[in-house]
């Protein structure tokens, strides 16, 4: 196994089975990449929405009344549960795909990470009153 970043296009990416053997095999694998990293990026947006829909508001935050949800709503724990996990588990997968110390993996993941931040995030600040999150890390 390599300790420092690769090229190759044959390596193993978190399974045994998962080889990409050709070019189009591994050009999949970077876009799949890329996508799970955006997607990491809605979760974590995702995944802010609802702590800060269901936390008390602090001085520069503003009610939006399409995400101030009933504080007594049962579901509303479960929904943060699962939303969390979602969160954890793409973040933790995001990190052992980093880890293969494939280059072409790495800038995926980058890449993804960043169109995710630059089609989501923006949307939230544009209400200057709003707390302004952090990009999601692994």
């Given at each position: ?94 990190m052992m795909m980093a880890m293969s110390f494939n280059a072409g993996i790495f800038i995926a993941i980058t ?28």
């Amino acid at each position: 196994m390599d300790m420092s970043f690769f090229w190759r296009i044959k390596f193993t990416l978190l399974f045994p089975s998962w080889v990409p053997d050709s070019p189009v095999n591994y050009a999949f694998m970077l876009m799949l990449t890329a996508g799970l990293g955006a997607l990491h990026e809605w979760i974590a947006h995702k995944h802010w929405m609802i702590l800060t829909a269901y936390s008390t508001p602090g001085p520069i935050m503003v009610k939006d009344p399409q995400r101030d949800y009933p504080k007594q709503h049962e579901d509303a724990i479960l929904v943060a549960v699962l939303m969390h996990a979602a969160y954890v588990t793409t973040s933790y997968l995001l990190m052992m795909m980093a880890m293969s110390f494939n280059a072409g993996i790495f800038i995926a993941i980058t890449v993804g990470l960043c169109i995710g931040f630059y089609a989501i995030w923006p949307l939230e600040s544009s209400n200057r009153a709003r707390i302004v999150p952090g990009p999601a890390s692994c």
